[in-house]
């Protein structure tokens, strides 16, 4: 072949691999505004050696590292300390820490005012300490990412905030949370620590009615799968739209969809389960724009969602406004809200965003056996097991709830071989016919379209929920 020929080739095969991977989804099971995220993707290998807040070898360390990266660890256990992310073009795959998983004691933040995107997080557990002067209780969430934007949060365990659980406020977009763990937010009389709520997003210059081009858009988020437990509300609260809450289940809160800010814009609501807990009466549904001028630049889909509060109601709503019994037992809109925002005719669809991935929508039936097993960072600890617990008792409170130990039923094990520090185990190196003495070939292009070592952390993630057995998580409970 002539060389003018094989330059040809060398750039026809560039050219498409990097159309292929500019399709391919942050990873197979991703989902919504968030799902086409690249994280780390391309960039460098970190891998996590130790479990100290800060350091060469740290969590704090591979993070903070220039330029796209992929972080791996090499141990599991408990960080005690914060993680800041300064930049995106991130990928943190807690799936690969071996036997215990990860638990940051701490809070998870990027730079309030900064344009942090492009992050992928996996299997993560995220539970700070009690408020202090440092985080005092008003700005006190697990992870505080308010001005991020492409973000995807998959088989996160958060807790323990007294503001926010997951706070995207300041105008954040292009969000995917799903199949995530949000409980026992702190809930503490005493010290006045009683903001327990869940996840919130906001456009802020809609309070002043001057948005400006350049201003944060906030909205373009996707709340899928996730099971929300004694939050008081915000289950979530999304005042923007195009945004979308389905199939996820919230027990032992009061309001579970809200504004709580001035709202506009497409909201779709499908296939939720809205649980009575002990703590507060339930009231599934809250629309409260806080719009100073009507008409309110809102409109809603519901479909599917259930309601479980025995005394009051329990069934499925479709429509709020036509469904009698319904109205009876709840209020669910004020502010200028009125039944001609919810006469659509179906789903709305925000597939004409590239961004954007349908997610496959489930009978609300099918929740609690479908979700239990798989949400959040895996192995379970003692704080998700026993969340999970309280909600299939329909027992528990809102409380600060916090174990003494939580390694309490985790080993952590030994890591498997890999010889080349690539983050990739020689025995599946071989397995896929790379080196495993190249410590260079994590970004050989598979045949799925992924690079070798987002095809291994892949792999991993979806063997750890597709191995599980439902009556082995309960086997220990606190």
């Known amino acids: 072949m002539k060389k003018s020929h094989k330059l040809l080739s060398v750039l026809f095969l560039t050219v498409f691999s990097e159309l292929l991977m500019a399709q391919l989804k942050a990873f197979p099971e991703a989902e919504g505004f968030a799902a086409m995220v690249t994280g780390g993707r391309g960039g460098d290998v970190r891998i996590v050696t130790n479990l100290n807040a800060s ?13 796209p990266r992929i972080v791996v660890f090499a141990v599991s256990g408990l960080i005690t300390g914060d993680l800041h992310i300064p930049h995106g073009d991130l990928t943190i795959a807690g799936q690969t820490a071996p036997g215990a998983g990860i638990t940051l004691v701490g809070h998870m933040y990027t730079t309030y005012g900064n344009d942090t995107g492009n992050i992928i997080i996996r299997h993560l557990r995220i539970r700070p300490p009690d408020p202090d002067a440092v985080w005092p ?3 006190h969430d697990a992870i505080q990412f308010s001005t991020a934007n492409h973000i995807m949060l998959d ?20 969000i995917t949370i799903q199949y995530s763990h949000l409980s026992f937010p702190i809930y503490d009389t005493v010290n006045g620590w009683t903001h327990n709520k869940g996840v919130i997003n906001h456009r802020p210059c809609l309070d002043s009615g001057n948005c400006q081009p350049g201003d944060r858009p906030g909205g373009h988020i996707s709340i899928l799968n996730n099971v929300f437990t004694h939050s008081r509300n915000r289950t979530p609260a999304l005042s923007v739209g195009p945004a979308e809450v389905i199939n996820n289940i919230t027990y032992n809160g009061r309001e579970g ?14 296939g ?9 009466s339930l009231s599934p549904f809250w629309f409260d724009p806080e719009n100073p001028n009507p008409p309110i630049p809102t409109t809603y889909w519901l479909q599917d969602n259930r309601v479980d509060d025995p005394g009051e109601y329990v069934g499925v709503v479709q429509n709020p406004w036509d469904d009698a019994s319904f109205g009876n037992s709840y209020t669910f809109a004020c502010c200028g809200i009125n039944s001609d925002q919810f006469n659509q005719s179906g789903t709305f669809d925000f597939t004409a965003d590239s961004d954007y991935v349908a997610p496959q929508v489930h009978d609300h039936n099918s929740l609690e056996d479908r979700l239990l097993p798989a949400i959040g960072a895996y192995p379970h600890d003692v704080v998700a097991r026993q969340s999970i617990l309280e909600l299939l008792q329909r027992s528990g409170h809102w409380r600060n709830y916090r174990p003494a130990n939580l390694m309490a039923g985790l080993t952590a094990t030994t890591p498997p071989l890999d010889s080349d520090d690539d983050g990739m185990p020689d025995l599946w190196e071989l397995a896929n016919g790379l080196n495993h003495l190249n410590g260079s070939d994590h970004t050989t292009i598979m045949p799925s379209g992924y690079s070798a070592i987002e095809e291994y952390i892949n792999a991993l993630a979806t063997a750890l929920i597709g191995d599980l057995i439902f009556a082995d998580d309960f086997d220990d409970q606190p």
């Open 155 to 174: 088989h996160i365990d958060a807790s323990h905030g007294a503001d926010e659980t997951i706070d995207f406020w300041g105008g954040a977009s292009y």
């Open 137 to 139: 209780a008003n700005q």
């Open 55 to 67: 350091g060469t070898g740290s969590l704090q360390w591979a993070v903070s590292q220039p330029g």
């Open 257 to 270: 969809f809200v504004h709580h800010n001035v709202a506009e814009g497409e909201f779709n609501i499908i």
């Open 272 to 280: 939720n389960q809205y649980v009575a807990g002990p703590s507060i």
